[in-house]
Protein backbone atom coordinates (compact mmCIF):
# COMPACT_ATOMS: atom_id res chain seq x y z
CA UNK A 1 0.00 0.00 0.00
CA UNK A 2 2.47 2.57 0.95
CA UNK A 3 4.44 1.58 -2.21
CA UNK A 4 1.29 2.63 -4.30
CA UNK A 5 1.06 6.02 -2.18
CA UNK A 6 4.46 6.69 -3.28
CA UNK A 7 4.21 6.14 -6.86
CA UNK A 8 1.15 8.19 -6.95
CA UNK A 9 2.23 10.92 -4.92
CA UNK A 10 5.56 11.36 -7.27
CA UNK A 11 3.61 10.88 -10.99
CA UNK A 12 1.14 13.97 -8.95
CA UNK A 13 3.96 15.85 -8.38
CA UNK A 14 5.73 15.07 -11.90
CA UNK A 15 2.60 16.12 -13.75
CA UNK A 16 1.77 19.19 -11.36
CA UNK A 17 5.24 20.17 -12.32
CA UNK A 18 4.64 19.97 -15.67
CA UNK A 19 1.39 21.90 -16.04
CA UNK A 20 2.96 24.55 -14.25
CA UNK A 21 5.39 25.02 -16.25
CA UNK A 22 4.05 24.55 -19.71
CA UNK A 23 3.39 27.79 -20.02
CA UNK A 24 7.26 29.01 -19.18
CA UNK A 25 9.18 30.72 -21.71
CA UNK A 26 12.50 31.17 -21.93
CA UNK A 27 14.13 34.76 -21.90
CA UNK A 28 14.61 34.47 -25.76
CA UNK A 29 11.15 33.23 -26.71
CA UNK A 30 9.61 35.97 -24.37
CA UNK A 31 12.43 38.69 -26.05
CA UNK A 32 11.27 37.56 -29.74
CA UNK A 33 7.71 37.60 -28.50
CA UNK A 34 7.93 41.37 -27.32
CA UNK A 35 9.95 42.13 -30.48
CA UNK A 36 6.87 40.83 -32.94
CA UNK A 37 4.85 42.79 -30.65
CA UNK A 38 6.80 45.68 -31.00
CA UNK A 39 6.86 45.44 -34.93
CA UNK A 40 2.94 44.89 -35.18
CA UNK A 41 2.74 48.00 -32.89
CA UNK A 42 4.80 50.31 -35.16
CA UNK A 43 2.74 49.24 -37.91
CA UNK A 44 -0.51 50.00 -36.43
CA UNK A 45 1.58 53.58 -35.71
CA UNK A 46 2.56 53.99 -39.14
CA UNK A 47 -0.81 53.02 -40.76
CA UNK A 48 -2.51 55.00 -38.25
CA UNK A 49 -4.26 52.62 -36.43
CA UNK A 50 -5.73 53.68 -33.27
CA UNK A 51 -7.63 50.90 -32.18
CA UNK A 52 -4.61 48.62 -32.92
CA UNK A 53 -2.34 50.48 -31.11
CA UNK A 54 -4.53 50.68 -28.34
CA UNK A 55 -5.31 46.59 -28.34
CA UNK A 56 -1.80 46.38 -26.75
CA UNK A 57 -2.58 48.26 -23.39
CA UNK A 58 -3.98 46.74 -20.66
CA UNK A 59 -6.88 48.64 -19.59
CA UNK A 60 -5.36 50.46 -16.63
CA UNK A 61 -1.72 50.67 -18.75
CA UNK A 62 0.08 53.95 -17.32
CA UNK A 63 1.39 55.56 -19.94
CA UNK A 64 4.61 58.49 -19.40
CA UNK A 65 5.40 60.10 -22.61
CA UNK A 66 8.37 62.35 -23.50
CA UNK A 67 7.19 66.18 -22.91
CA UNK A 68 3.81 65.09 -22.34
CA UNK A 69 1.42 64.41 -18.70
CA UNK A 70 1.35 61.29 -17.72
CA UNK A 71 -1.61 59.09 -19.02
CA UNK A 72 -3.50 56.89 -16.78
CA UNK A 73 -5.93 54.28 -18.39
CA UNK A 74 -6.93 53.19 -21.58
CA UNK A 75 -9.39 55.70 -22.44
CA UNK A 76 -6.49 58.40 -21.27
CA UNK A 77 -4.24 57.18 -23.67
CA UNK A 78 -6.71 56.93 -26.56
CA UNK A 79 -7.60 61.00 -25.65
CA UNK A 80 -4.03 61.19 -25.74
CA UNK A 81 -3.10 59.84 -29.19
CA UNK A 82 -6.26 61.55 -31.06
CA UNK A 83 -4.80 65.18 -29.54
CA UNK A 84 -1.51 64.03 -31.38
CA UNK A 85 -3.17 63.03 -34.63
CA UNK A 86 -5.80 66.26 -34.74
CA UNK A 87 -2.36 68.23 -34.47
CA UNK A 88 -1.41 66.68 -37.73
CA UNK A 89 1.58 64.58 -36.57
CA UNK A 90 1.93 61.28 -37.98
CA UNK A 91 4.07 58.58 -37.50
CA UNK A 92 6.19 57.22 -40.91
CA UNK A 93 8.30 54.97 -39.20
CA UNK A 94 8.81 53.47 -35.85
CA UNK A 95 11.10 51.17 -34.84
CA UNK A 96 12.66 49.17 -31.60
CA UNK A 97 15.18 47.20 -30.21
CA UNK A 98 15.03 45.42 -27.55
CA UNK A 99 18.14 45.54 -24.97
CA UNK A 100 17.27 43.38 -22.69
CA UNK A 101 14.46 41.64 -20.69
CA UNK A 102 13.52 40.79 -16.92
CA UNK A 103 11.06 38.64 -15.32
CA UNK A 104 9.09 38.83 -12.63
CA UNK A 105 6.85 36.45 -12.32
CA UNK A 106 3.81 37.27 -15.02
CA UNK A 107 5.37 40.62 -15.32
CA UNK A 108 8.22 41.47 -17.76
CA UNK A 109 10.16 44.56 -17.88
CA UNK A 110 11.90 45.66 -21.29
CA UNK A 111 14.91 47.73 -21.61
CA UNK A 112 15.46 49.53 -25.01
CA UNK A 113 15.84 51.82 -27.52
CA UNK A 114 13.71 53.45 -30.35
CA UNK A 115 13.94 55.59 -33.81
CA UNK A 116 10.59 57.15 -35.04
CA UNK A 117 10.26 59.94 -37.92
CA UNK A 118 7.19 61.92 -37.72
CA UNK A 119 5.68 64.54 -40.20
CA UNK A 120 4.19 67.57 -38.20
CA UNK A 121 1.74 69.60 -39.43
CA UNK A 122 3.09 73.07 -40.87
CA UNK A 123 6.50 71.51 -41.02
CA UNK A 124 8.24 70.30 -44.38
CA UNK A 125 10.94 68.42 -43.02
CA UNK A 126 9.99 65.22 -40.88
CA UNK A 127 11.50 64.94 -37.29
CA UNK A 128 13.58 62.00 -36.27
CA UNK A 129 14.17 61.49 -33.01
CA UNK A 130 15.58 58.52 -30.89
CA UNK A 131 16.11 57.56 -27.39
CA UNK A 132 15.10 55.07 -24.84
CA UNK A 133 12.20 53.16 -23.47
CA UNK A 134 11.03 51.17 -20.24
CA UNK A 135 7.98 48.87 -20.60
CA UNK A 136 6.35 46.67 -18.87
CA UNK A 137 4.40 43.93 -20.20
CA UNK A 138 1.99 41.92 -17.71
CA UNK A 139 1.54 38.42 -18.96
CA UNK A 140 -2.48 37.40 -19.40
CA UNK A 141 -4.74 34.99 -18.22
CA UNK A 142 -4.46 33.74 -21.77
CA UNK A 143 -0.39 33.76 -22.13
CA UNK A 144 -0.55 37.05 -24.42
CA UNK A 145 1.44 40.36 -23.27
CA UNK A 146 0.15 43.61 -22.71
CA UNK A 147 1.62 46.82 -21.93
CA UNK A 148 0.82 47.54 -18.01
CA UNK A 149 3.19 50.84 -17.90
CA UNK A 150 5.51 52.90 -20.75
CA UNK A 151 8.00 55.51 -20.55
CA UNK A 152 10.48 56.98 -23.18
CA UNK A 153 12.62 59.84 -23.42
CA UNK A 154 14.48 61.21 -26.31
CA UNK A 155 18.18 61.26 -26.47
CA UNK A 156 18.06 64.79 -27.99
CA UNK A 157 18.29 67.48 -25.49
CA UNK A 158 16.27 70.71 -26.28
CA UNK A 159 18.06 72.33 -24.17
CA UNK A 160 20.89 72.11 -25.90
CA UNK A 161 19.44 73.27 -29.31
CA UNK A 162 18.24 76.30 -27.49
CA UNK A 163 21.97 76.85 -25.80
CA UNK A 164 22.60 76.56 -29.85
CA UNK A 165 20.50 79.19 -30.94
CA UNK A 166 20.72 81.69 -28.08
CA UNK A 167 24.55 81.36 -29.28
CA UNK A 168 23.79 81.81 -32.66
CA UNK A 169 21.89 85.20 -31.95
CA UNK A 170 24.51 86.64 -30.22
CA UNK A 171 27.06 86.60 -32.82
Do not use: R
Not at 54 to 67: C, E, G, R
Amino acid sequence: MKKTSLTSVCLLAAFLFTFNNAGAQTKDELKAKIEKLNKEMGAAMVSGNSEKSLSFYTKDAISMPNFEPMSEGIEAIKKANDEMMKKGSKVTSFETTTLEIKTYGNIITEIGTYKVIMTMAGKTDPMQDMGKYLTIWEKQKDGSLKIKVEIWNTDNNPMAKMDKMENMEKK
